[in-house]
């Protein structure tokens, strides 16, 4: 599914975010990504998504090269990616089922398709009774169930989630972690970047370490 | 799926406008007032026009023949006048009639005239013009034809007055677009910023709608939507103040000018002008809007 090879990305002059970066994930594979604070999981997931450009190296995703995608093409690969931050990015001026059905209604999708796809990933996160209500009206982990939903609602081949967990007490992040177990059972391949150790080793998937944006443990 | 995207676009648009309700009314009022101006200048234009037509109709030709004028001359010169195309209707006004005029008009004077026989006051031919009998040389072609021919003493219109109120028509029309052109700029540059500072305000929702892959247009939609939007309201508001401006100028002038000019021949803009100020409107509106939305993307 994704195939890293010598991924390089530097800031300014000095600081290599990541450097000769490589990796490679299978198709519905579960994997964390790992390492201390500025070792460069961040950048990795921020490149994944197009956000940012390598410096030098190759970034396979279904493959593709997603390093070299012209504006229109990186708009059609977003939307095969489903992604979840730890601050939720919520649009707080739509309520939680416009939030959701909004990855939908760009794919043209039909009204009435949308609405019941819709419905049924705000049921399958628990949420289908909070449907009308307004992000910034829920709790942390409500917020961050809607950006699962959100994540999932096109069926992403990718899902893509930095600290998702970051904001959430123990007990919630264990159970934001097994929505993404049971993403990943229905053949999603799923990354999540997480210095949460404790929450790898309950979990149990393979982690890649960074440090210093070289790999250390993969 | 078009007719959606664009209830999508006007309902979005809609929303911002009323969260940025504030410069949503700087943006309106700064539309309003630009067009109110260009209405203001076409009304003055329309209506000027009006009169120098009016008054071209009015307009007389008078041909003052000599005291000694034989019959033939005469029926010449009514000839010559029958003939030209400028020419509606021709009038004669015999020594008689014009002493007779003279004592209607100014009383008073009259019995300064004391030889009924020996009056200062010519024959002469009034015509009434045709209304585009101003424009162009055909007229001063006729004037000098009409002076040449026997029997006739001299030749007087009013074509210069005319033609100066109809320069001062155009100068004014002219004055109002350049005058309308830049409030329209300062407006759409007004939409521009209001405009851009939604953009930066909702810039997290921007990029969350980039994250999902949504592409451009529906990016961008709802924002120059909010552009034309607000070119549509303040079109509507400046057509509104116009109408109420019309009417209150009919009344004082009603008051003021009574006898002298009929209020109610003061005229409004036509339906067709109407329409083309709340398209313009929208234009501006988009214009901005885009402007604005360029760097997106
Ligand atoms: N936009 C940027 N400009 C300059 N340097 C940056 C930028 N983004 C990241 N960096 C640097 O790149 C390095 C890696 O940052 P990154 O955010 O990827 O780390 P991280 O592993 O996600 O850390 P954390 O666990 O704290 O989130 C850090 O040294 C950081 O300072
Ligand atoms: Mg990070």
């Known amino acids: ?218 | 799926m078009l007719f959606a995207g664009l209830r999508y676009f006007v309902g979005e648009a809609v929303t911002g406008l009323w969260r940025g309700r504030r410069s949503t009314v700087l943006s309106v009022v700064t539309i309003a007032a630009a067009l109110f101006v260009l209405g203001i200048f076409l009304t003055v234009t329309a209506n000027l026009d009006a009169l120098v037509a009016r008054w071209s109709e009015a307009a007389e030709l008078s041909v003052y023949l000599r005291d000694d004028v034989s019959l033939a001359e005469r029926a010449e010169v009514q000839r010559a006048l029958r003939g030209d195309p400028l020419v509606r209707e021709v009038q004669l006004v015999t020594r008689d009639e014009a002493l007779a005029r003279f004592r209607r008009d100014f009383p008073d004077l009259a019995p300064a005239v004391s030889n009924p026989q020996a009056h200062p006051f010519p024959a002469s031919f009034e015509a009434r013009l045709v209304s585009q009998a101003s424009e162009g040389d055909a007229l001063e072609s006729l004037a000098a034809r009409l002076r040449g021919m026997r029997g006739v003493s001299d030749v007087r219109y009013d074509r210069l007055w005319l033609q100066r109120l109809q320069s001062i028509a155009a100068l004014v029309g002219w004055g109002g677009a350049v005058v309308g052109a830049v409030l329209a700029l300062a407006a759409a540059l007004t939409v521009t910023n209001v405009v851009r500072l939604a953009l930066f305000s909702r810039r997290d929702e921007i990029q969350i709608m980039e994250l999902v892959g949504a592409p451009l247009s529906f990016i961008k939609g709802p924002f120059v939507m909010e552009g034309i939007l607000q070119g549509a309201l303040g079109a509507t508001l400046a057509l509104g103040a116009l109408a109420l401006a019309i009417s209150l100028a009919r009344g004082r002038l009603a008051a003021a000018a009574a006898g002298l000019i009929d209020a109610s021949s003061i005229v409004g803009l036509p339906a067709a002008t109407h329409v083309l100020v709340v398209v313009g409107g929208m234009a501006v509106g988009c214009l901005g809007a885009l402007l604005a939305a360029r760097r997106l993307g």
């Open chain 1, 1 to 218: 599914m994704i195939e890293i090879e010598g991924l390089s990305k530097l800031y300014g002059r000095d600081v290599f975010a990541l450097e000769d970066f490589s990796m490679h994930v299978g198709k519905g594979e579960f994997v964390f990504l790992t390492g201390p604070s500025g070792a460069g999981k961040s950048t990795l997931l921020r490149i994944l998504l197009c956000q940012e450009a390598p410096t030098t190296g190759r970034v396979i995703v279904g493959g593709r090269d997603i390093t070299r995608l012209k504006p229109r093409e990186v708009q059609t690969y977003r939307r095969t990616v489903g992604f979840v931050f730890q601050d939720f990015k919520l649009i707080p001026g739509k309520t939680v089922f416009e939030n959701v059905m909004f990855a939908l209604r760009i794919l043209g999708v039909p009204d009435v398709q949308q609405r019941r796809r819709t419905f049924q990933v705000l049921k399958w996160v628990g949420l289908q009774h909070r449907a009308n209500a307004y992000p910034l009206e829920l709790s942390g982990g409500e917020q961050q169930r809607v950006a699962i939903a959100r994540a999932l609602v096109n069926e992403p081949a990718l899902v893509l989630a930095d600290e998702p967990t970051g904001n959430l007490d123990p007990d919630l992040a264990l159970e934001i972690m097994n929505l993404f177990r049971e993403i990943n059972s229905t053949g999603t391949t799923v990354l999540v970047a997480t210095h949460d150790r404790e929450l790898i080793r309950h979990v149990g998937h393979r982690a890649v370490t960074l440090d210093h944006g070289r790999l250390a443990i993969g």
